[in-house]
C-alpha cells in the first residue's frame, strides 16, 4: 500500500476546498489573501493581496500563507488571523489587542482594566479592586484599593487598623473575627459567646451563651432551667419565665383579667377578656353585653366598658365638656374661692410689713454743764427736728446723744414725744440743773471772794 504523506493529505484538501494544486501561476492557494502561489508548492502563498500579510510557516517550513490585517494595534498574526503580539501598550485577549497602560499589568480583559499582573523585583503584585492598578501582594488579602490597602481578608484572619496585614484570628473554631480575639462568625456546629471570646457548643433553644459555654438565656418559647431550656407547656404562651408563669401571650392571645391563662380575645372592641371570647373590658363608648362589646345603653353615656347598662361617665348637656362622676363643681369652686382669699391675706400682710414707715427711736442725751443762758430750743443743744418722713430707712442718721449731768438718757420717737416723759418735762429738768449749777458756781465765787477779802 501507497504510503499516505502529509503532502498528499494537503493536496487532497486543496482539491476539496477547490485550490490548485498545478498551476504554478494559480492564486486560488489561499483565494482570500493570496495575490501569487509559490510556483515550487502550491500549499505556499508567495503573494499577498493587500490588506493581508505573510503569517509565516503554516504545518512546515516549505508552506507560506497569508492573513488578513483586520484586529486593530495587532504587532503578529498568527496563521488563522489571530493575533499572537500586540503593539506595546496593548494586551490580546479574546483575539483583540486591549489599550493597557497600567504599570506591571500583563493582560487587560478589557480596556485599562487588568486581570493579571507581573511579578517585579522579587515583589509579587495582583491587580487592586476594580482592576485600576497592580499593588503589592498582602497574604491573606481578597481585595485592595488602587493605593494599594488591603479591604477583605479571608476566613480566620482579620483586617490590621493600618489595612496594610491580615492577622489570624485566635479563636478556636472561628471563621472571620472582627478583632483577632473577637470572633464574629464561627464554623458550622458552633456559636459565639456572648462576648465573641469563644465559640461553643449550642443548647437545643437557648439565646446567649457565656464565654465558658453555659446558657445564659433561652428563645421566646423555652424558659431556662439549670443549664437546659425546657419548652413552655403552657397553650397559648410565647415566652414563659418557668413551668408555671408565662410572660407573653401568643398572637391573638391575652391574659384574662384573672388566671395566668392566655385566653382567646379577638372581639371587636374588646380590650381584656375573663375567658375565650367573653369580654370584660370594652373600649371607650362601648360595654360589655352577653360576652360582647356593645353601644352604651345609656343616653350620653361615654364610659361603660364594663357593663353596658351602667354609665361611668356622661357627657354634659352643652355637649361640650365631660362630666366625672365624683366631687360636685361647686365644692371645687368653693376650694378655689378660699385658697384664693387665704393668698390674699398672705400678700397683704407682707407688703404691709415691707412698705410702711416705721418709727424710728431717737436717744437723747443732755450735756454735763449745760449752758442755762442757751436757748432750750438751739439747734446745737436739741435738734429734734430731724427729717426722717423724706429719708429711707437706711439712709437715716444715728440716734442724737445728749448727756445731762447724770447721765441719765431720755428717749424720744421722730414725733419728738419721750417714751418716759414729754419733751417739756425734759427742758424742764435741764433748766433747773442748770440752775443748780450755777448756783453752786456762783456760791463758790463767793466764798472765793470773801476769802480774798479777808
Known sequence: MKRFTTRTALCLYLVLCGLSVTSAQSTNCRPQVCAQCDPSNSNSCKTCQPGAKPAGVFNDRYTQVCVLENIANCKIFSALSTCQVCNDGYSTFDDRCVL????????????????????????VL??????????R??????????GGSCTECENQYTLSSDKQSCIQCTTANCVSCSLP???????????????GSTCVKPIKGCKTYSDDGTCTACESTYYLNGNRCVVCDFTRCSRCVNDNVCADCAAGYSFPVEGPQCVKCDMERCMKCSADNVCAFCEDGFGALDSKCSPCLIEG???????AA??????????TTAVNKGIPWWVWLIVGLGAAAILGVILFVVLWCCLRKPIVPVTVYEEDNYDSEKDTDDDQTRDLALDFNNRSFFARPPPILIMNDYVQPRIYTQDNAEVHGDLESAAADGESTSGSSDSFTSGDDGSSAGSEGQ
Not at 479592586?129 to 497592580?134: D, M
Not at 501582594?137 to 488602587?146: D, E, M, Q, R, W
Not at 480575639?181 to 462576648?195: H, I
Not at 353615656?301 to 357593663?307: D, G, H, I, R
Open 181 to 195: 480575639e473577637v470572633c464574629s462568625t464561627c464554623e458550622t456546629g458552633f456559636v459565639k459567646s456572648v462576648t
Open 126 to 135: 495582583r491587580p487592586s479592586e476594580g482592576g485600576k492598578s497592580c499593588v
Open 301 to 307: 353615656c361615654l364610659l361603660c366598658s364594663a357593663n
Open 100 to 123: 493597557c497602560s497600567i504599570t506591571s499589568c500583563a493582560r487587560c480583559s478589557v480596556e485599562n482594566v487588568c486581570d493579571t499582573c507581573t511579578s517585579t523585583n522579587g515583589n
Open 137 to 146: 501582594l498582602i497574604p491573606n488579602c481578597l481585595t485592595y484599593t488602587v
Open 310 to 319: 351602667v354609665c361611668d361617665r356622661i357627657v354634659a348637656k352643652d355637649d
